[in-house]
């Protein structure tokens, strides 16, 4: 998990101030100042996620002991709360403290996605009890509200971020065949970008259990064409050939690939570079394209990793011309240091490379 100061900062304690406000207001008896002791001890060495759960866990430690009257009193709060990601705070409280009432707290988790998510929460019932829990997801899939159907997905993704995974889905993904299957054409986009990247989860243990389910759409409706496209995102950067076929690309392009250039040569950490190119059709019909580029990173060991970035899809008529560019700031992320040495640049047209330049960064 990547955990950015200002992503952290989330749970400052002007925020636990303000959730303490809240919670008084709906429940008087609420002890604001032992709240904010408890919540923000130590507060600058916890991640974002300790963060929340230090939260939830003050709550708890004044809220009534009965489950039920305790959840009554979040129900409350959770229209009161000023930011969605700090309502997660509610479905975590049910995760640390209703896993004994399995029906009453996915009730609760229903509700409170509303707000913020509660994809993190429903991940301990699913580990507890499976089958009951993904019963009920099932149900969810079906629901009116897209942040439950979203839920019914994005809750039981196998390789969920700053989650722990579902090993046995990582295994066998057929127990959420159903759920997926009622989501594939589903008309909110925040739903279909949850069922794309649950798809693309499962194309790194299982791909071709996923081409073999996708392969059976109709990707006429371009609400399943777009989870298509974006389930397979990995695959086609790995050049599948099944993948690349099922979004129209999977034979060889006919092109030539003229004009490659990555400017400045010499960069400094910071500075951007531009990847321009143009490609030629030598067919007499028209082709899709898949256009991506990798660029191979130095490591600090002075090996390099290949990272590989969507560019462009697009109908080449015959004969034609496109020119095509890219710009990319080069600079340190959480996730990545770059390191002195040759970058070099691969450009992939239907997953095959055809062409490579590079540039070189400085210490």
Not at 135 to 146: F, K, Q, R, T, Y
Not at 288 to 317: C, N, P
Request: hydrophobic letters at 40%; proline letters at 4%.
């Amino acid at each position: 998990m990547s955990d950015s100061p200002a992503l952290k900062e989330i749970f400052n304690r002007d925020r636990l101030q303000h959730i303490a406000d809240e919670t008084w207001a709906v429940y008087p008896a609420f002890d604001r100042n032992g709240f904010m002791a408890r919540a923000s001890q130590g507060l600058d060495g916890l991640s974002v996620m300790q963060r929340l759960n230090r939260v939830s866990q003050s709550l708890h430690a004044d809220l009534p002991e009965d489950y039920a009257v305790a959840l009554e009193i979040l129900y409350a709060l959770a229209p009161r709360l000023n930011s969605a990601f700090v309502s997660m705070i509610l479905p975590e409280y049910v995760a640390l403290f209703g896993q004994d009432n399995f029906a009453r707290s996915m009730d609760a988790l229903k509700f409170f996605t509303s707000f913020g998510s509660s994809e993190f929460a429903v991940r301990h019932f699913l580990r507890k009890d499976f089958a009951r829990a993904i019963e009920v997801m099932h149900g969810w899939s079906l629901d009116e509200n897209p942040h439950v159907r979203r839920l019914a997905s994005e809750g039981c993704r196998p390789r969920l971020p700053w989650s722990f995974r579902l090993e046995n889905l990582m295994v066998d993904p057929t127990p959420v065949l159903d759920i997926l299957d009622n989501l594939k054409a589903d008309d909110s986009l925040y739903v279909r970008k949850s069922v794309a990247n649950h798809f693309n989860d499962i194309t790194k243990d299982n791909p071709e259990w996923v081409l073999d389910q996708l392969e059976g759409w109709s990707l006429d409706n371009p609400n399943s064409a777009w989870i298509a496209r974006h389930a397979l995102r990995s695959l086609i950067k790995q050049g599948n050939v099944r993948a690349l076929t099922l979004m129209g690309a999977g034979q060889k392009a006919q092109v030539t690939l003229e004009n490659l250039k990555v400017t400045p040569d010499v960069i400094s950490l910071g500075d951007r570079i531009n990847l321009s190119f143009t490609l030629k059709s030598t067919s007499d019909k028209a082709q899709r394209l898949i256009v991506d580029y990798t660029v191979h990173y130095v490591k600090k060991s002075g090996g390099t990793s290949a990272k590989v970035f969507k560019l462009k899809t697009f109908e080449l008529g015959a004969g034609e011309s496109v020119n095509i560019s890219r710009e990319q700031q080069v600079r340190n992320f959480t996730t990545r240091v770059h390191y002195a040495g040759r970058h070099e640049v691969d450009v992939l047209i239907n997953g095959e490379c055809l062409g490579r330049s590079g540039f070189d960064l400085n210490a």
